[in-house]
């Protein structure tokens, strides 16, 4: 019982108070450490004065002691700039962006098309390839066919979908999508 008061007493605590404490262990243990004749006992006393002294330090400054810096002084934090995510989107190429929300309406409703004009099997061969980066043998093995139907179901599908989309330099290439982008058009 006599325990658990003075365990409330400690969590309530100033940080000066804390120190103080801290510096009055320190004292005992210093004064343990001189009249201490066995090695194995200044060993361990040595380590607790070495982190009594280090807690001291850290309460006092309020930092790590010693050449530990601080998460907040990397020089990693100090090269990078924070930069807003939606005004970086100005700087995204056009053909290399892949994610739906980059497409613009007349792309997607081309895409759409395109992809409504496949039979079911190329549609499905082709969204898993492309739009879900399935490679051909899981492909096949989902649909229960040979390696080379997958192949060929994605290369009729390829050739359907160049016919129904015409390529606009201004726009950029629809065809130019990558993984996810597809997927959602399925």
Request: aromatic share 6%; proline share 3%; glycine share 6%.
């Amino acid at each position: 019982m006599e325990r658990g008061i003075a365990e409330e007493s400690l969590m309530w605590m100033s940080m000066e108070e804390l120190k103080k404490s801290y510096q009055g262990t320190y004292r005992i243990i210093q004064q343990a450490h001189q009249n201490s004749q066995h090695a194995g006992e200044k060993k361990l006393l040595s380590e607790m004065l070495s982190d009594c002294l280090f807690v001291i330090e850290w309460i006092g400054s309020g930092r790590p002691p010693g050449n530990r810096r601080g998460i907040e002084r990397r020089a990693a934090y100090q090269r990078e700039k924070l930069v807003d995510p939606i005004s970086m989107q100005a700087y995204v190429h056009k053909s290399t962006a892949g994610s739906p929300a980059n497409l613009t309406d007349g792309q997607r409703a081309k895409l759409k098309t395109a992809l409504s004009k496949l039979s079911d099997r190329e549609r499905d061969c082709y969204v898993m390839a492309h739009g879900e980066c399935f490679s051909y043998s899981e492909i096949a093995a989902m649909l229960q066919i040979t390696k080379g139907s997958v192949a060929q179901y994605i290369s009729r599908a390829q050739k359907k979908i160049s016919q129904q989309i015409m390529m606009k330099e201004d726009n950029g290439p629809v065809g130019a999508t990558t993984c996810h982008t597809i997927a959602t058009y399925r």
